[in-house]
């Protein structure tokens, strides 16, 4: 007797569904095991950078410098991997908690402030006023969030260019704004920018690094602080991200 239809279909349901939670355990799995000799990579490189093998003429600093960056580009890969995993799982959780979100600016802006000096940038940030209220939000993961943002202004963003950086007050949340005088966002592309591993034409024609995994994860981690995130952009005269967080009682 034939099988019917609907019976017909239903391996196929459960065989994609297998499928898809193989591929988040291989992963997973996979990004874990990288991190030991990546991190074990690091140190050594740090130990050659420091003489701790004798000392390194200029060319082999350059080569140890490189290999250091690439290894640090490695790294950034494998941790965006397991958030993404540990997000698609349900596995990633916000701990909310009253957070200064101009004093994480302050850091990120710190942490980057050799490279923005390197670009020769004119970088601003301006706090409508001070002391700055507290969002509600979880510090490590919401600093990750605005420092994909404010990594991409200035990583799409030429030399001597300018970003401005902005939090006020919009009723009851923050609003925070990073505006840069980049390259732009197609028309064509704007509606892709928060998907997986999507990165924009004019963006890959540069030759940045990237993931293309960044944008996700910030969009996920403003939403799940009660938060919005939204940008308006035009190729040639720069891209604003804009994005609310609730305030701390």
Same mark, same amino acid.
């Given at each position: 007797m034939p099988p019917n239809k609907k019976?017909?279909?239903k391996p196929k349901k459960v065989q994609k569904q297998t499928l898809g939670a193989i591929q988040s355990d291989f992963i997973s799995l996979t990004s874990h095991q990288l991190r030991t000799p990546l991190s074990g990579t690091k140190w050594l490189l740090e130990l050659l950078q420091k003489g701790s093998a004798g000392t390194l003429n200029k060319k082999q600093k350059e080569y140890i410098e490189k290999i250091y960056h690439e290894n640090e580009r490695m790294i950034a890969l494998v941790n965006d991997l397991l958030e993404v995993t540990r997000l698609e799982s349900g596995e990633s959780k916000l701990y909310l908690r009253p957070t200064d979100v101009a004093a994480v600016v302050r850091n990120i802006l710190r942490e980057k402030e050799d490279i923005i000096k390197k670009k020769r940038m004119h970088? =601003?940030?301006s706090v409508e006023h001070e002391p700055f209220?507290?969002?509600? =939000?979880?510090p490590t993961k919401i600093k990750q969030a605005i420092s994909n943002i404010i990594t991409n202004a200035i990583t799409y963003t030429p030399e001597n260019g300018k970003i401005n950086i902005d939090l006020r007050l919009d009723g009851d949340l923050v609003l925070g704004k990073v505006s840069d005088s980049g390259v732009g966002i197609p028309d064509a592309d704007q509606k892709l920018v928060f998907e997986k591993f999507f990165r924009s034409g004019n963006v890959l024609r540069m030759e940045t690094t990237g993931t +293309?995994? +960044?944008?996700?994860i910030t969009k996920a981690f403003i939403e799940a602080s009660g938060g919005k995130i939204w940008f308006k952009s035009k190729v040639g005269e720069g891209t604003t991200f804009y994005f609310t967080l609730p305030l701390a009682n």
């Open positions: 019976s017909a279909k970088v =601003t940030f209220p507290y969002a509600r =939000t979880e +293309g995994l +960044g944008l996700y």
